[in-house]
């Protein structure tokens, strides 16, 4: 056989090989699709309950996910078609997710190891974070909750309370320096873009002991990084959002310009990171480990807790620096936005908004009237801080102002769990069947291995079981009188409500998140006026958190949230 002959017989060999294999992947693929489109929806065990239908390739993310729309849906959904516990469809008629607005469930599935956070949630916010606390499962997440915990105990945070003053001070000298470069007693300030700086500040000093300084110059390197990717993300599509998670290779090989930027900007957060991370090292093994000296940043108390423990058991650096990166997310945008939904909805309650006003004015003890004219060096050194932090924490009305708006407007707009293996949850509240049987109170719905769960934060947060019949408008008074059928003092939330979650996943700075917002918000109050601008209407938007735009301006200008300040006059 001449060597022409053979490499054809090889040749057709191969081919008939490459064909076989193509052939093995296609029907390989077409099983996969059969099952998931036809076989296990039909054996789901949430095929059966009740819940809103769908054609094939409906998916109902946008019900569940718009903050705009969901207040209504959710109503209408729990309390008028389907009951407290009940199915809807995610991408499309096969994909069944359980919802519930029963406690029972609610506590069943965020304090139950069985559920966890998806992978896709964890890789998306782990490719900007990294591998912190807010994207861990296991014994993983249970070590970082325990070696965190140093950080934000209310002594701790307390020992924060002069940065928290220092800078609401420096943003209340800002605001009162372009109002008068304005030529009048008011000015229209983007009060998101402005709360967020200052929030950025604040956990920069009490973070890190490291000053962005992005109230006065927003070009500081980490500062710029942080916002240009966060920037990025939040206007991220759909389609970037699935390339990300399930073709990440295509980002490394053929990175767009938003990828070479996010990477950039990456590289720039973890080389400042680790200089500081060293640096803060020494300091505290110079220290002997003393918890009780003058280094009260989050690192620091982090860095002495980690280098107490076992060799074995200490958090890598960039395990460390991973913390750091998660807490900056959620310790400066996610209480820079409810400080923001806050003034927003005192604009629209100027009743409220003077009520407030005269609690901090009138507070013993709290000098608010000179307390803007302090240096910065005095303010985050004065011990009076934390006596004057404790006087406005204790502020009875500042702190349902507060609540209220948390529960109105939380940050996340909800969260999702996938079972790990099959399960039974308990219910309190009857499940009826679209068969017509019923699933009686303190029995079980079933749910397989793999099937998510949808936490509607914000939808508990105004179920009116719960809240009483105005459970979706303002009412600061709710919480000293608790409107007829309202039970929210047995409710399972920190700070009883949702927004900080509970259970294995609840958010561990919400001291740190309710003492920043309110010191902010007594600071500003007493000085300035807030009020709607005339023509603008005020939208939500749902990415990640759940942040401020202008009505039919989001694409053009992004997140935004415009209010008139005016200094205030007695």
Not at 74 to 86: P, V
Not at 293 to 322: G, H, T, V
Request: aromatic share 10%; with cysteine; net charge neutral.
């Amino acid at each position: 056989m001449d060597c022409s002959a053979a490499a054809f017989l090889l040749f057709s060999w191969l081919a008939k090989v490459v064909g076989l294999l193509a052939a093995l992947v296609v029907a390989r693929g077409l099983l996969w699709l059969v099952n998931l489109l036809l076989v296990a929806p039909w054996f789901d065990p949430l095929r059966n309950l009740p819940g809103p239908d769908a054609s094939a390739f409906k998916s109902h993310f946008s019900e569940v996910n718009d903050p705009d729309i969901t207040p209504q849906i959710y109503h209408d959904w729990a309390s008028n078609l389907f009951g407290k516990t009940f199915r809807y469809h995610g991408y499309g008629r096969h994909d069944y997710r359980l919802m519930s607005f029963d406690l029972r469930v609610l506590s069943h599935v965020l304090t139950s190891p069985v559920y966890e956070k998806p992978w896709q949630t964890r890789s998306y916010l782990g490719r900007l974070l990294g591998r912190g606390v807010f994207n861990m499962e296991g014994a993983e997440h249970k070590a970082l909750r325990k070696l965190i915990g140093p950080a934000f105990t209310a002594q701790a945070v307390k020992g924060m309370t002069p940065i928290f003053f220092q800078k609401a001070e420096e943003l209340a000298d800002r605001w009162d320096a372009l109002i008068s470069a304005n030529g009048s007693t008011t000015a229209t300030l983007d009060v998101a873009h402005w709360i967020s700086r200052t929030a950025f500040d604040i956990f920069g000093l009490a973070g890190f002991d490291y000053h962005f300084n992005a109230l006065h110059d927003e070009s500081e390197a980490v500062y710029s990084a942080y916002r240009r990717m966060f920037a990025i993300s939040d206007k991220a599509s759909p389609l970037r959002v699935l390339k990300q998670l399930y073709l990440p290779i295509v980002e490394k090989i053929w990175p767009d310009q938003d990828d070479k930027i996010t990477q950039q900007c990456l590289k720039t957060i973890r080389d400042s990171g680790i200089g500081l991370l060293h640096a803060k090292r020494e300091t505290c093994v110079a220290e002997k480990l003393d918890f009780h000296s003058e280094e009260k940043d989050i690192l620091s108390l982090l860095i002495k807790s980690n280098l107490s423990n076992e060799p074995s058991n200490r958090l890598s650096d960039a395990d460390l620096l991973d913390q750091l990166s998660s807490f900056l997310f959620a310790g400066s945008d996610s209480t820079a936005l409810a400080i923001t939904w806050c003034l927003h909805i005192l604009s629209q309650y100027p009743e409220i908004q003077s009520r407030l006003r005269a609690e901090i004015i009138s507070a013993p003890a709290l000098d608010t009237a000179t307390s803007s004219k302090r240096n910065s060096t005095s303010s985050v050194s004065s011990t009076s801080s934390v006596m004057q932090a404790d006087t406005i924490d204790a502020l009875p009305y500042l702190d349902a102002v507060f609540r209220e708006t948390l529960r109105i407007s939380p940050p996340v707009h909800g969260t999702v769990r996938v079972a790990t293996t099959d399960d039974l949850i308990p219910i309190s509240s009857p499940v009826v069947l679209r068969d017509g049987k019923i699933i009686g109170e303190n029995e079980h719905i079933r749910i397989k291995k793999g099937s998510f769960v949808h936490i509607p934060l914000e939808g508990i947060n105004m179920a009116e079981d719960i809240w009483g019949p105005d459970a979706r408008q303002f009412n600061p008074d709710r919480w000293t009188s608790h409107p007829a059928g309202a039970t929210p003092p047995s409710f399972p939330g920190l700070a009883n409500i949702m927004s900080f979650s509970f259970g294995r996943a609840s958010c561990p700075g919400y001291r740190f998140a309710l003492l920043e917002a309110k010191i902010v918000i007594a600071t500003l109050l007493p000085q300035f006026v807030f009020s709607p601008v005339e023509g603008i209407e005020i939208g939500k938007y749902n990415s990640v958190l759940t942040r401020p735009f202008v009505r039919e301006k989001l694409a053009s200008e992004g997140i935004q949230l415009p209010l008139r300040v005016s200094r205030y006059v007695d």
